[in-house]
């Protein structure tokens, strides 16, 4: 038994001799604002004030092999002014100019495996597969009632079954890399459950998203490119 214990203590210290942890991730902001409210000549307005952070940790088990969870979350807040069309049961058709005020909120769980693929000198691009589970929360409240109701709700849960996209790494030092996350190039298959509706009306629609490149529509699939850094201990 004491033979079986030294043998195993000797694997495991020969394959954690240039083994890591790390921790990192980005921090994002978003500002967009259009038009004007304050002269409705320049109809339609819109404003877009958000931030996401987005930590993530992990171990490298060599310098090719590593496993990590991918954690998001952050709000961004809406306000908008538009001219709608709105048409009735009763034959009642008009154009009305509407105002709201949106709340969003996005969170992202994302356990991830990464194999180097490819090495230069400083840079690495690596492989990233990743599964998990992300949301989008999303709230609306009009200045008028709009279809029976002066608010909207809806949501879409998604589930990441496979999402394979490069990340290329540069090392500053031994211990800190930058790192872009090329996600328009994503691999994937996800699942979203929308759920939708107006005042007390709700309906459920399952969505599948096989996506290849830059036309992925699930929540789960971040922005197109992610630019942050991680630091090994």
């Given at each position: 038994?004491k ?23 980005n921090?994002g902001?978003?500002v ?6 304050k ?5 339609p307005?819109?404003?877009?004030i ?38 009735n ?16 909120i ?7 495996i ?44 998604g ?9 290329l ?11 872009a ?26 969505i ?26």
């Amino acid at each position: 038994m004491k033979k079986i214990y030294f043998i195993l203590a000797i694997i495991f210290i020969a394959t954690n001799v240039n083994a890591q942890w790390f921790i990192g991730g980005n921090l994002g902001f978003k500002v967009n604002i259009e038009g004007s409210r304050k002269n409705e000549k320049l109809l339609p307005y819109q404003s877009e004030i958000g931030f996401t952070i987005a930590p993530k940790f992990g171990y490298f088990f060599s310098e090719k092999l590593a496993f990590g969870i991918d954690l998001a979350v952050g709000p961004t807040f809406t306000e908008e002014t538009k001219t709608i069309y709105i048409s009735n049961p009763w034959g009642h058709s008009y154009y009305e100019t509407v105002s709201y005020q949106g709340t969003y909120i996005r969170w992202r769980f994302a356990p991830f495996i990464r194999y180097s693929v490819f090495a230069y000198k400083k840079f690495n691009l690596f492989l990233e597969g990743s599964i998990g589970a992300a949301a989008l929360h999303v709230k609306k409240e009009f200045d008028k009632p709009i279809f029976s109701t002066s608010a909207e709700k809806y949501s879409v849960i998604g589930v990441g079954i496979l999402n394979i996209v490069p990340v290329l790494s540069y090392k500053l030092t031994d211990h800190l890399l930058l790192e872009a996350q090329l996600n328009f190039l994503n691999i994937g298959y996800n699942m979203d459950v929308f759920t939708s509706g107006v005042g007390d009306s709700r309906e459920t629609d399952i969505i599948h998203d096989f996506n290849i490149g830059i036309n992925a529509k699930s929540v789960f699939v971040v922005s197109q490119l992610t630019v942050g850094a991680i630091y090994k201990f």
